[in-house]
């Protein structure tokens, strides 16, 4: 039996020039060609930005073309793999747990809603102005007098830029400002799609009827209520087999599963594929 893949998650400061030093804040520059054969989750947030660049960013499963002027974010937890083109050209900086939620604030809208829309394509003048700032952080951070709360304002001014440029870009962004119920459902989900999988425990707990819920949700989003319960059920089965050995039975009752042929009946029936066959492809 072919062995199962072990991804392991990436700490920030493996990243670091001196790993016996911890890291809250790094700065890398990407030039030419890029591979990541294996997707892997990194247990820091990442601002990237290209410059220029062609090729592929894998986020959650989803591809993403790479484009020039495009910021790509990338949350703790989330799976990742890239094959960037020799012509790239990008900025990154890294930012541990603790220091993002710091800043956390200042993208403005909900978390959720930019780790379902990772890339955000800049105007020109947008660009110029979030690598400024990008590279005064780096600057900042190679004096020798580094100051925190400098740095710490810099971080804050680009997720301010970031989260102006999201409100004309975020595709659904007038959903959740006409229906914030919406925006409540798809967070509550975050939060119990473990151990809730009825539309009528989250419909109870936005004072609203399953009916109605599910109307604003085939409305809006043109799915069923269920059915965004069972995509983020998809994502985190995807997420464990691919980044542990965790044992099947095991993946299922941790995800509130209590018959593993069902539980491996209902990833098929959304991937084509049984956890098993997936772990192994």
């Not at 016996?20 to 947030?45: A, M, Q, V, W």
């Not at 990008?134 to 304002?153: C, D, F, H, P, Y």
């Amino acid at each position: 039996m072919p062995a199962v893949p072990h991804f392991p998650i990436l700490d920030i400061n493996e990243f670091s020039p001196d790993q016996n030093l911890g890291s809250d804040l790094l700065y890398h520059y990407i030039e030419g060609e890029r591979h990541i054969e294996k997707p892997h989750k990194h247990d820091f947030f990442l601002f990237m930005l290209f410059e220029q660049g062609s090729g592929n960013h894998s986020i959650d499963f989803v591809d993403h073309p790479v484009e020039q002027y495009q910021l790509h974010l990338l949350f703790p937890e989330q799976i990742h793999k890239w094959d960037l083109g020799p012509d790239t050209v990008a900025h990154q900086i890294m930012i541990n747990r603790q220091m993002f939620e710091t800043l956390a604030s200042s993208l403005r809208f909900s978390l959720m809603l930019y780790q379902n829309y990772p890339v955000i394509k800049l105007s020109k003048t947008s660009f110029e102005q979030i690598l400024h700032e990008m590279i005064q952080v780096k600057v900042e951070m190679e004096g020798s007098n580094r100051l925190a709360e400098i740095l710490t304002a810099r971080l804050r001014l680009i997720a301010l830029m970031i989260s102006r440029e999201a409100e004309t870009i975020f595709n659904k962004q007038t959903v959740y400002q006409s229906k914030p119920v919406l925006f409540k459902y798809l967070g509550l989900i975050d939060k119990h799609y473990k151990s809730e999988k009825l539309v009528s425990y989250y419909a109870d707990q936005l004072n609203i009827s399953a009916n109605y819920l599910n109307i604003l949700c085939q409305k809006h989003f043109h799915v069923s209520a269920t059915a965004l319960i069972h995509e983020r059920l998809i994502l985190e089965t995807k997420r464990i087999l691919l980044t542990t050995e965790k044992p099947i039975k095991a993946l299922a009752f941790e995800l509130g599963f209590y018959d593993l042929a069902y539980f491996s009946k209902f990833f098929k029936k959304h991937t084509r594929s049984t956890p098993k066959q997936f772990r192994e492809q």
